[in-house]
């Protein structure tokens, strides 16, 4: 596709749920990665898959994290039994060669209450 | 830990001066460097890439590397109020890696 995209936009779950965050690269980029932005803070490194490499998982903050990248492309980002500490926009960014800066998606703003 | 450090801001210019945005960081290893734009409620958007010491122009952009300092900086000539924004300083190591986010600074650029 032209951009990274990641669905849904926004959602809200109740504490305690699972929630699913999905990631569709730019086609051909064969990185991906996921960041965290809590309200007022930077951006947290979660994970990152390269081609078809074991993923990166050093920066997942707890079991309670998964994430998988299916034939190479889309990207799911599992969070399980949600916590309101999990409250924050969940950022897919994707890259095509070697030292190239990201290209973020527009992010998910997960709100648990 | 590796950490990159900027100042928080807000920096305020006037609208056709130049703005100044610093960035140091603690991995002595780092061999790629990138500025980012982010807008309220928007995701960061990649302005500036930099992997040489010295200055790189792009438009009214310019980025300066000075690895022996741990220092990387982003000058805005001509700043406009569509400049205003929080501008994220990342940087990362050789290939494929993940890059380290400082937490940005607020430009605010008034007319």
């Known amino acids: 596709g032209a951009g990274v995209s990641q669905s849904p936009s926004n959602k809200v779950t109740e504490k305690g749920k699972d929630v699913e965050l999905r990631c569709d690269p730019i086609?051909?980029?064969?990185?991906l990665y996921w960041y965290r932005q809590s309200l007022g803070q930077g951006l947290e490194f979660l994970i990152y898959f390269q081609g078809n490499s074991a993923p990166d998982k050093s920066g997942l903050p707890s079991d309670r994290f998964s994430a998988e990248r299916t034939g190479g492309s889309v990207s799911t980002l599992t969070i399980q039994r949600t916590q309101q500490e999990d409250s924050a926009v969940y950022l897919c960014a994707s890259s095509s060669r070697d030292r190239d800066g990201y290209t973020f998606g527009s992010g998910t703003r997960l709100t648990v209450v | 830990q590796k950490e990159v450090e900027q100042n928080s801001g807000p920096l305020s210019v006037p609208e056709g001066a130049i703005a100044s945005l610093n960035c140091t960081y603690s991995?002595?290893?780092?061999?790629?460097f990138f500025w980012y734009r982010q807008y309220s409620g928007k995701s960061p958007e990649l302005i500036m890439s930099i992997y040489s010491n010295g200055d790189k122009e792009d438009g009214r952009f310019t980025a300066q590397l000075n690895k022996a300092s741990q220092y990387v900086s982003l000058l805005i000539r001509d700043s406009q109020p569509s400049d205003s924004a929080t501008y994220l300083c990342?940087?990362?190591?050789?290939?494929?890696?993940?890059?380290?986010f400082g937490k940005g600074t607020m430009l605010l650029v008034s007319p």
């Open positions: 086609s051909g980029h064969t990185a």
């Open positions: 990342a940087v990362g190591g050789s290939g494929y890696s993940t890059l380290t």
């Open positions: 991995d002595r290893g780092s061999q790629s």
